[in-house]
């Protein structure tokens, strides 16, 4: 287990980490976009598609910012965001609403939006501006003077220092195309690598999104590799970007590609990885425990409601609701302390006080204990059919935890086993049986880690959860057809044979992100909703469809060679008899008229009850045979079969 590679989140606990009800902490973040209005950050470009007008960087990046301030809103409602423009010709330090920083003003910087959690006001503001609103002509000027980049840093300080003293997770984004912004002057280079080493040890982390002029590309060893510090995998992770942005970076990609990297990742509302739990003792024997911490990686992301909103005044206000408890027969508030909850059982009601059910749900402490070892191949592709929980070390409470667990991950990936453990998450969960599987670290083509090396828990199925497959008669078409589909399947293959699931956003959580953001802003409703999943049809016939077709006469050919191979029959001819109706007759032969000594049995057993008076304990059918042999009524209910046969034999006696 390399130090390279931390878990998906660092989990320490800070004074401004929230739990929610679903026992998850949350970690919040705070990004300030620094964006560079200059000159060359104001001419137009040509986009990449030939299809979209030319735009400037600096409109580029206000519309990045814009939209990652719609995407926190959902995804991350207590995260803060703010926007700092710098080489202005305009300077503004303070909130007009509310000026808490008094004097204090430094040149050339104009705090368009102050570091906060962003509201309905502060996203028109922004939108207003992305839209080229009158307003730009006022704020978006270029300064004639140069910019000092220890005052923008200073700026950044003070800024974090007093709206995010305690966030876990503070971030810098700086987008500019100047990679000398001092040239020879050392005292400037100076000062602003002092202001940056003090954004550091403040906790904050500095990301430059670089962007190259026409004649000119940019160069990071000028300038910005004095101040910008390599940042960990961790902090890529924690910011929630996109795997695009953190290849495109580390690849060295314009910060035009960074930015579109960053705007195409907010359309996939992407939640933030979040600890499950913490601290959970991982037991190998007595007195052998390391801790770990859970996470939940994969889960399905659907519509949440947390407030109920009324619309029936001038704007949506949100509606707070109380719940009071009413007696049915007096109408009296219940308190709270009087209510228990009861079950039935054998007709009566057996109530349990709080603390006897918390008693009854309570399993022990969270652990998660080895049971024992067996091959991976004893574990079916059908035994997963919940959640896995993705398992990290954490040297917190027991020190030695991450080398210790870094000798199990490794033990099992060599040998392919996996661990049966009993699994209890978190206090009064009910215990399950679980695999613990080793996942193996993966990276894409330019070594940037996808996925964490770690161990994954995986809850066992019992008998009743497994359905048996109904049973299927398969038929193996001839190889031709075979053959001809694989080329319609090669066709069809995604580029490099992988398949992202995070480009491909839920359509139905969209548009209920769209309605709220429509309700919200003020804007049109509108009419439907964007589906990345609906099928490319164009492309799919442009590439595959003459295969298709192709195919399509192949199986004709199949089925007319199938059926001219079988001998020719007439409907006049007598059909030759198969085995199975030879079967059949055995076992069930024609009904034919019954034999002269089954009717002769009949009329024995219908005159010995005839003479001992029980003709009533007949059966139906055997006086109506009687009485058939003696071509006598078979009409009418039991007593008059009964009768006729009593008048036939005492006619015949």
Not at 30 to 59: C, H, Q, T, W, Y
Not at 624 to 650: N, P, W
């Amino acid at each position: 287990m390399s130090d390279n590679y931390p878990p998906p989140e660092e989990d320490p606990y800070q004074e401004d980490d929230e739990i929610d009800d679903a026992g998850y902490k949350s970690v919040k973040d705070a990004v300030l976009f620094a964006i560079d209005i200059s000159d060359s950050m104001l001419r137009l470009r040509p986009s990449a598609s030939e299809k979209e007008p030319p735009e400037s960087p600096a409109k580029a990046a206000i519309k990045c910012a814009y939209s990652l301030m719609q995407q926190r809103i959902i995804s991350n409602p207590k995260d803060m965001m703010g926007i700092l423009f710098f080489g202005t010709e305009a300077s503004k330090f303070y909130n007009e609403d509310e000026n808490s920083r008094g004097d204090l003003s430094y040149p050339n910087c104009y705090l368009f939006t102050d570091l906060d959690i962003p509201d309905a006001g502060d996203v028109k503001k922004l939108r207003a501006l992305a839209e080229e609103d009158e307003e730009e002509d006022q704020i978006l000027v270029p300064s004639k003077d140069r910019v000092s980049m220890a005052n923008v840093l200073f700026c950044a300080n003070q800024i974090f220092t007093s709206k995010a003293s305690n966030f876990l997770s503070r971030r810098l984004f700086i987008v500019t195309d100047n990679d000398n912004p001092h040239g020879q002057d050392r005292i400037m280079r100076s000062a602003a690598t002092v202001r940056a080493k003090d954004l550091y040890d403040l906790g904050v982390i500095i990301e430059l999104f670089p962007i190259s002029q026409p004649d000119h590309d940019f160069d990071r060893s000028k300038f910005y590799d004095d101040i910008i510090y390599r940042s960990s995998p961790n902090d890529l992770e924690a910011s929630g970007l996109s795997p695009a942005l953190t290849q495109a970076r580390t690849s060295g990609g314009d910060g035009i590609s960074l930015l579109n990297s960053l705007l195409s990742s907010v359309n996939s509302k992407s939640v933030p990885r979040r600890a499950l739990f913490s601290n959970v003792p991982l037991e190998f024997g007595p007195n052998f425990k390391i801790s770990v911490t859970g996470y939940l990686l994969f889960k399905k992301q659907e519509p949440a409601r947390s407030c109920f909103v009324w619309l029936g005044g001038e704007k949506p206000e949100i509606a707070k609701g109380t719940t009071t408890q009413m007696a049915e027969d007096t109408a009296r508030t219940v308190e709270k302390g009087e209510i228990r909850k009861a079950y039935k059982y054998g007709g009566e009601q057996v109530s349990f006080t709080i603390e006897e059910q918390q008693a009854l749900r309570n399993f022990g402490d969270p652990v998660i204990k080895i049971i024992g070892f067996k091959p991976l191949s004893s574990l079916p592709i059908w035994a997963s059919i919940k959640h896995p929980t993705f398992i990290y070390p954490s040297d917190e409470d027991y020190v030695g935890s991450t080398r210790v667990f870094s000798a199990l991950h490794q033990k099992l990936l060599h040998d392919q086993k996996i661990g049966i453990v009993w699994f209890i998450p978190r206090k009064n969960a009910a215990p399950v049986l679980a695999a613990m599987l080793p996942g193996a670290e993966k990276t894409d083509e330019n070594e940037v880690q996808v996925s964490p090396p770690g161990l994954w828990i995986i809850p066992l199925p019992f008998a009743d959860d497994i359905r048996q497959n109904p049973e299927t008669n398969l038929y193996v078409a001839p190889e031709p057809l075979i053959d001809r589909m694989r080329t319609v399947v090669q066709q069809l293959q995604l580029p490099k044979a992988q398949y992202d699931p995070r480009k491909y956003p839920n359509p139905s959580l969209q548009w209920h992100y769209r309605i709220l953001q429509a309700l919200a802003l003020d804007e049109d409703l509108p009419e439907q909703p964007v589906d990345k999943t609906i099928p490319r049809y164009r492309q799919i016939d442009k590439r595959a469809g003459d295969y298709v077709i192709e195919w399509g006469d192949e199986l004709d050919s199949q089925y007319r060679k199938m059926f001219s191979e079988q001998p020719k029959t007439s409907t006049l001819a007598k059909r030759a008899p198969k085995a199975s109706d030879t079967l059949a007759e055995k076992e069930h032969p024609a009904k034919k008229v019954k034999t002269e000594n089954g009717a002769q049995n009949t009329a024995d057993d219908v005159l010995n009850h005839y003479h001992s008076g029980l003709l009533s304990k007949l059966t139906l059918p055997i006086l109506k045979d009687f009485l058939s042999s003696k071509k006598l009524s078979t009409t009418g209910k039991k007593a008059d079969l009964i009768e006729r046969v009593e008048e036939y034999f005492d006619k015949k006696g």
